[in-house]
């Protein structure tokens, strides 16, 4: 099968702007979670999307949002950037992450200037 | 909340020898699961070993296995015959909602 995959793999962009981020699931697996990784605050969750429903949320302002597709490929949307919020974006699928392991893309390098 | 404590920011180890990281972590939940994932250079997040805690078996992969001490919310990493190849941080996570609860990482240098 073929692995998760998250597109595009970098992008810049500026202060203000918005940025959309992929990511494509492994095929058959139905939730896809969404995570930020920087230097200083580490791996943080930032949401959960199972058969199109946002299941779970972490602590971030409503400037990100995501959501999921019927054929469960999942978008991740942050508005208004910051440059706080360049960041690694990590998406992860499982068949369900209340009891399955969560296997990761290769991540969005997003840099904000 | 859930919180993961890996305490070593760093470790070495010589090619061919043991090292064991170490993690802990706080839940008050009582099914929960515990990962182990490695993070090469390419950031690429690697699926190391997983443990369910209602499991009392330490799990096993090849050369990687756990301690896994639930009691004491304590789960280490042992890598045996340690190989170039494992040269990588390491982060130990937990997740009982789905939503997997990293620690800070330790970054693990192999030396030939």
């Known amino acids: 099968k073929a692995g998760v995959t998250q597109t595009p793999r970098y992008l810049i962009k500026t202060r203000g702007q918005q940025v959309t981020l992929s990511c494509s699931p492994i095929?058959?697996?139905?939730?896809v979670s969404w995570y930020q990784q920087t230097p200083g605050q580490g791996l943080q969750f930032l949401f959960e999307y199972f058969s199109e429903t946002q299941r779970n949320k972490g602590n971030f302002p409503g400037r990100f949002s995501g959501r999921q597709f019927s054929n469960s490929r999942s978008e991740m949307n942050v508005s208004t950037l910051e440059l706080g919020d360049s960041a690694l974006y990590l998406c992860?699928?499982?068949?369900?992450?209340?009891?399955?392991?969560?296997?990761f893309g290769p991540g969005t390098r997003l840099l904000v200037l | 909340a859930q919180t993961v404590t890996q305490s070593q920011p760093e470790m070495s180890v010589q090619e061919a020898e043991t090292v064991t990281l170490s993690c802990t972590y706080d839940?008050?939940?009582?099914?929960?699961?515990l990962f182990w994932y490695k993070q090469p250079p390419s950031r690429q997040m690697i699926l190391v070993i997983r443990q369910e805690a209602y499991k009392q078996q330490n799990a096993t992969e090849n050369r990687f296995s756990v301690n896994f001490q639930k009691a004491a919310k304590s789960f280490s990493l042992k890598i045996s015959d340690s190989q170039l190849g494992d040269a990588a941080m390491y982060f130990c996570?937990?997740?009982?909602?789905?939503?997997?609860?990293f620690g800070q990482g330790t970054t693990l240098q192999v030396k030939p």
């Open positions: 992860a699928s499982s068949l369900d992450s209340l009891k399955e392991t969560q296997y």
């Open positions: 839940t008050s939940e009582s099914d929960y699961y």
């Open positions: 996570a937990s997740s009982n909602t789905g939503k997997l609860i």
């Open positions: 095929s058959g697996h139905r939730s």
